[in-house]
């Protein structure tokens, strides 16, 4: 499926993102761009980036991701590779690269060539950590506990590393909203420490063309009145010549951003929950999205089924259809038919729902790597289906029958997701029970219902006994 | 005996001998295609092999997978498959399957199991309703199930049993659950039904029990009821005994054998096909196969290691960027083992993979005529000195006339 030709691969000079508003409305709507960086795929927006666990897109080994999937960026997050830091230096910094300044990141992480790398502080989505942010840097989660990771290391992460698009550190407080004193610090130390990559990338020196990483600078979920002395120093010429894009935490702060950031392309890092509220960011002009709910449907054994825009078999049908397919659901069992009807994806033209169903009640580990490759595919679609939709200017209307036609969240889970692990999750309180149930209990457990059984006049089968009854277990009956 | 005829949907073409040794290597046509043996055959449980998907299976040049009967007969269950008409159409595996006939995994999963002359009795794993399978149900299943080579319901016991008189009733119990499993057989045509020779470590046993199964002329042979914890001497003993009353002409399978070092010395002893799990199963823990032996990667002396998990290793993960591959690293396994299923993912291919370039190297040898220089070299490569060569291998090799330590 991914049938990339040289020409959609940048012929840019190095040293340059470009970044081509097509369309764009005059006031604050959705927009179309080109988003190019030297020798990587050229993305058209708007459009997702795929999220990275500890180096791979979860369930995808790297060949698959390559092979069977679209994703042109993917996003990675640094607290992923530094359980050691400060006391040993993370591996992956002493990773050897062919040529001086090619991205360790990439090398690393076996990320194809061709695929833009982004690299952020912490996971998406983040783990919340009990300590606040302080002055010199952000608290993180790693796999081996909490930590700080101070904006020092950080700019050492970006420069040694080599990501192809960095997230500029921005101090987003956890939970409620912050009170104005806490805002004012936000505003400061988002400042500062955006001042400081820029400063610090600005004073390596480097060999002529050599790719740099492009900073992306936060914009924080704050309004923008709130965040005034941050913006005005973002606009001056000596900060704005170095910024290549923006990272959003809240897109209803689009329409009021200063003037001179509206040529930079916007990625945001709001974690939708739906596609309704993806719609929602994309009508306020964001380009580039990070996509938590393409994972977390994968674990939970949901197969995505919507497109944009909606094409609905009955429009005057008053239930609104799901999202997506439980695919844990019995009712698939014999189904030979693909996840989606016309779906192109691996998935849906190798294997069928039968198959897909049998792996996740197996738990077998396949069943969560081909929902992975088929949501992905989905999510190229609605996008690919988005554009063309604003390019026909009919994004409002379709958006309000997307709405319409769909439900408003994605189905429920209702079957066991894969084992979940210390970096992904805290656990909240004391004595909390497991997420999943245990898998497998003592044999002896076993040995008092055999006892049991046999205790109890004819409960171990004899040829006699009723046939149906074993049956229904499947796999051994008497002949 | 049963009085029917059996029809086979194998061809066996043995290609070469071993001239000093007991290895062979053939070509076996089978329903969904040739494969050349001798052969290692990953094991695809529940109809997956650990988060591969089909096409990467076939990447790493399996043409030959296992499924369990066992897991198969619980989920889906035959209706499902019956439904969908087979394991090969549920997991889209355009090759051939071998399955099980379900027994082992009474002895393996089930402590609890009780043997009648009917059929193992026990109590299903999942809520303890008492259940009962008979060899005639366990080649429906397979019929249902559609493999290409399927296997008879035997009655294994531990080798390690001491009670050779249960030993013997087994022997002669298996014998005439394959008369019911011949007689059971829908499809002899497409489906090739294999018979498992038992005795235990008894070697008369072996030998009557071969001669028995033998005259039953079924398409394949097996050895079964090893790889349960024996002793390897005697483990080495029964196979040499066997494969020496087996017809030349027939395919014979060691079931459930699988470090490196066991395939090496069990093709001298002249079995064709092997299974086992522990390949795909170390992959899981973080464990790596190599020619040098294996590594546990979880460990952080590789935290820094850049290398390819095998230097000059063919499979995916190994290969440079260059030559097509992924150009993984030690490193890169060790922080995703353990963290990230694709970690495990990665593993399984690079051992499946060593474990088929194996066979693969074991089959020019002896085509070329110089296994048992191949398996010196592959002793000399694995421990670091001829003192540390296990002592059941150099045995083994000097019975069928190769001495290791020369």
């Given at each position: 499926?991914?049938?990339?030709?040289?020409?959609?691969?940048?012929?840019?000079?190095?040293?340059?993102l470009?970044?081509?508003?097509?369309?764009?409305?005059?006031?604050?709507?959705?927009?179309?761009?080109?988003f190019?960086l030297?020798?990587r795929r050229?993305i058209?927006?708007?459009h997702y980036v795929g999220i990275s666990s500890r180096g791979v897109v979860p369930h995808l080994s790297p060949?698959m991701l390559k092979?069977?999937t679209?994703i042109d960026a993917v996003y990675f997050g640094l607290e992923d590779f530094t359980e050691r830091l400060?006391?040993?230096t993370p591996p992956l910094y002493n990773v050897?690269t062919?040529?001086?300044?090619a991205s360790k990141l990439k090398s690393f992480t076996v990320l194809p060539d061709d695929r833009i790398s982004i690299l952020g502080p912490r996971r998406i989505p983040a783990v919340?950590?009990?300590?606040?942010?302080?002055?010199?840097g952000v608290?993180i989660h790693t796999s081996?506990?909490?930590a700080?990771l101070?904006?020092?290391d950080y700019v050492t992460a970006m420069q040694i590393l080599s990501p192809d698009i960095i997230i500029g550190l921005a101090?987003?407080?956890?939970?409620?909203?912050?009170?104005?004193?806490?805002?004012?610090?936000?505003?400061?130390?988002?400042?500062?420490?955006?001042?400081?990559m820029?400063?610090?990338?600005?004073?390596?020196?480097?060999?002529?063309?050599?790719p740099r990483p492009q900073i992306f600078?936060p914009?924080?979920?704050?309004?923008?009145?709130?965040?005034?002395?941050?913006?005005?120093?973002?606009?001056?010429?000596?900060?704005?010549?170095?910024?290549s894009g923006?990272a959003?935490?809240?897109?209803?702060?689009?329409?009021?951003?200063?003037?001179?950031?509206?040529?930079?392309?916007?990625l945001a890092m709001?974690e939708?929950?739906?596609?309704?509220?993806?719609?929602?960011?994309?009508?306020?002009?964001?380009?580039l999205f990070t996509i938590p709910?393409t994972t977390?449907?994968?674990?939970?054994?949901?197969?995505?089924?919507?497109?944009?825009?909606?094409?609905?078999?009955?429009?005057?049908?008053?239930?609104?259809?799901?999202?997506?397919?439980?695919?844990?659901?019995?009712?698939?069992?014999?189904?030979?038919?693909?996840?989606?009807?016309?779906?192109?994806?691996?998935?849906?033209?190798?294997?069928?729902?039968?198959?897909?169903?049998?792996?996740?009640?197996?738990?077998?580990?396949?069943?969560?790597?081909?929902?992975q490759?088929?949501?992905h595919?989905?999510?190229?679609?609605?996008?690919?289906?988005?554009?063309?939709?604003?390019?026909?200017?009919?994004?409002?209307?379709?958006?309000?029958?997307?709405?319409?036609?769909?439900?408003?969240?994605?189905?429920?889970?209702?079957?066991?997701?894969?084992?979940?692990r210390?970096y992904q999750?805290?656990?909240?309180?004391?004595?909390?029970?497991?997420?999943?149930?245990?898998?497998?209990?003592?044999?002896?457990?076993?040995?008092?219902?055999?006892?049991?059984?046999?205790?109890?006049?004819?409960?171990?089968?004899?040829?006699?006994?009723?046939?149906?009854?074993?049956?229904?277990?499947?796999?051994?009956?008497?002949? | 005996?049963?009085?029917?005829?059996?029809?086979?949907?194998?061809?066996?073409?043995?290609?070469?001998?071993?001239?000093?040794?007991?290895?062979?290597?053939?070509?076996?046509?089978?329903?969904?295609?040739?494969?050349?043996?001798?052969?290692?055959?990953?094991?695809?449980?529940?109809?997956?092999?650990?988060?591969?998907?089909?096409?990467?299976?076939?990447?790493?040049?399996?043409?030959?997978?296992?499924?369990?009967?066992?897991?198969?007969?619980?989920?889906?269950?035959?209706?499902?498959?019956?439904?969908?008409?087979?394991?090969?159409?549920?997991?889209?595996?355009?090759?051939?399957?071998?399955?099980?006939?379900?027994?082992?995994?009474?002895?393996?999963?089930?402590?609890?199991?009780?043997?009648?002359?009917?059929?193992?009795?026990?109590?299903?794993?999942?809520?303890?309703?008492?259940?009962?399978?008979?060899?005639?149900?366990?080649?429906?299943?397979?019929?249902?199930?559609?493999?290409?080579?399927?296997?008879?319901?035997?009655?294994?016991?531990?080798?390690?049993?001491?009670?050779?008189?249960?030993?013997?009733?087994?022997?002669?119990?298996?014998?005439?659950?394959?008369?019911?499993?011949?007689?059971?057989?829908?499809?002899?045509?497409?489906?090739?039904?294999?018979?498992?020779?038992?005795?235990?470590?008894?070697?008369?046993?072996?030998?009557?029990?071969?001669?028995?199964?033998?005259?039953?002329?079924?398409?394949?042979?097996?050895?079964?009821?090893?790889?349960?914890?024996?002793?390897?001497?005697?483990?080495?003993?029964?196979?040499?005994?066997?494969?020496?009353?087996?017809?030349?002409?027939?395919?014979?399978?060691?079931?459930?054998?699988?470090?490196?070092?066991?395939?090496?010395?069990?093709?001298?002893?002249?079995?064709?096909?092997?299974?086992?799990?522990?390949?795909?199963?170390?992959?899981?823990?973080?464990?790596?196969?190599?020619?040098?032996?294996?590594?546990?990667?979880?460990?952080?002396?590789?935290a820094?290691?850049?290398?390819?998990?095998?230097?000059?290793?063919?499979?995916?993960?190994?290969?440079?960027?260059?030559?097509?591959?992924l150009g993984i690293t030690?490193a890169y396994v060790y922080h995703v083992a353990?963290k990230e299923t694709a970690g495990?993912?990665l593993?399984?291919?690079?051992?499946?993979?060593?474990?088929?370039?194996?066979?693969?190297?074991?089959?020019?040898?002896?085509?070329?005529?110089?296994?048992?220089?191949?398996?010196?070299?592959?002793?000399?490569?694995?421990?670091?000195?001829?003192?540390?060569?296990?002592?059941?291998?150099?045995?083994?090799?000097?019975?069928?006339?190769?001495?290791?330590?020369?």
């Open positions: 499926m991914a049938n990339i030709d040289s020409e959609k691969l940048s012929q840019l000079p190095c040293e340059m470009s970044f081509n508003i097509l369309k764009a409305p005059a006031e604050i709507g959705p927009r179309l761009g080109k190019a030297p020798n050229v058209s927006t708007p060949d092979k069977r679209n400060p006391i040993r050897p062919s040529e001086a300044y919340e950590t009990p300590k606040s942010n302080t002055k010199n608290s081996v506990g909490f700080e101070n904006v020092r101090d987003v407080p956890q939970g409620d909203k912050p009170s104005s004193k806490r805002a004012d610090k936000m505003d400061d130390r988002t400042c500062v420490w955006t001042r400081d820029i400063v610090a990338e600005a004073e390596r020196e480097v060999p002529a063309d050599t600078a914009i924080l979920p704050t309004p923008i009145e709130l965040q005034m002395f941050y913006m005005d120093h973002l606009v001056e010429d000596d900060m704005l010549k170095h910024i923006l959003i935490y809240n897109a209803s702060n689009t329409p009021d951003l200063p003037y001179q950031l509206l040529h930079l392309p916007r709001t939708p929950s739906s596609p309704r509220k993806l719609l929602y960011d994309i009508s306020l002009g964001t380009d709910f977390a449907a994968s674990d939970a054994g949901i197969a995505l089924s919507f497109s944009f825009p909606a094409t609905s078999p009955s429009p005057s049908s008053s239930t609104p259809l799901p999202l997506g397919i439980d695919m844990w659901s019995p009712t698939h069992a014999t189904s030979l038919t693909p996840l989606s009807e016309n779906c192109t994806c691996h998935t849906c033209t190798s294997h069928h729902r039968a198959y897909v169903q049998h792996l996740l009640s197996a738990k077998e580990m396949l069943g969560w790597v081909l929902l490759i088929h949501n595919a989905v999510l190229d679609r609605f996008f690919s289906g988005v554009r063309a939709s604003i390019a026909n200017g009919t994004f409002d209307e379709d958006r309000l029958a997307f709405e319409k036609l769909y439900e408003d969240e994605l189905p429920a889970k209702t079957g066991l997701g894969p084992r979940v210390g999750y805290r656990s909240e309180r004391a004595g909390e029970s497991k997420r999943n149930p245990s898998a497998f209990r003592m044999l002896d457990d076993g040995g008092e219902k055999l006892e049991e059984a046999q205790v109890e006049e004819g409960a171990v089968p004899s040829p006699g006994v009723d046939e149906r009854e074993l049956e229904e277990k499947g796999f051994a009956k008497p002949v | 005996m049963a009085s029917k005829a059996m029809p086979s949907a194998l061809k066996f073409d043995l290609i070469a001998k071993c001239s000093v040794t007991k290895a062979r290597a053939s070509t076996l046509h089978l329903p969904h295609g040739p494969v050349s043996l001798p052969i290692f055959m990953p094991v695809a449980t529940q109809a997956s092999l650990k988060g591969l998907t089909p096409e990467q299976l076939e990447e790493t040049s399996c043409r030959l997978c296992l499924n369990n009967t066992y897991h198969l007969g619980l989920k889906p269950g035959q209706a499902t498959l019956d439904a969908i008409g087979g394991a090969h159409k549920l997991q889209s595996w355009p090759h051939n399957i071998l399955t099980d006939s379900g027994g082992f995994q009474m002895v393996s999963l089930l402590r609890l199991a009780k043997v009648t002359e009917e059929g193992v009795r026990f109590l299903s794993p999942h809520d303890g309703t008492p259940m009962l399978l008979t060899p005639e149900h366990s080649i429906s299943l397979q019929n249902s199930i559609g493999s290409d080579i399927i296997m008879q319901l035997d009655d294994v016991i531990a080798t390690t049993s001491p009670d050779l008189a249960r030993m013997e009733e087994a022997m002669k119990r298996s014998v005439r659950w394959l008369d019911r499993c011949i007689e059971a057989h829908k499809y002899p045509e497409r489906q090739n039904l294999f018979c498992i020779i038992q005795g235990g470590l008894n070697l008369d046993l072996r030998r009557e029990c071969c001669k028995e199964m033998v005259a039953r002329d079924t398409p394949g042979i097996a050895i079964g009821g090893l790889s349960g914890g024996e002793e390897k001497y005697a483990y080495c003993r029964v196979v040499d005994t066997c494969t020496d009353l087996l017809p030349e002409k027939k395919p014979r399978y060691v079931m459930g054998v699988g470090y490196p070092e066991d395939l090496v010395v069990s093709v001298a002893l002249g079995a064709d096909m092997f299974d086992c799990v522990w390949p795909t199963r170390t992959a899981r823990f973080g464990n790596a196969i190599t020619s040098t032996g294996t590594l546990n990667l979880r460990n952080s002396a590789y820094d290691d850049f290398g390819p998990v095998e230097e000059g290793c063919g499979c995916i993960c190994c290969r440079p960027v260059a030559e097509g591959g030690r353990a495990a993912h593993l399984t291919m690079h051992n499946v993979y060593y474990q088929l370039n194996l066979m693969r190297q074991i089959r020019t040898a002896v085509v070329e005529d110089r296994y048992p220089d191949f398996v010196k070299e592959f002793f000399a490569q694995l421990y670091p000195s001829k003192d540390k060569f296990p002592g059941w291998a150099v045995t083994a090799m000097k019975g069928v006339g190769v001495d290791l330590l020369e």
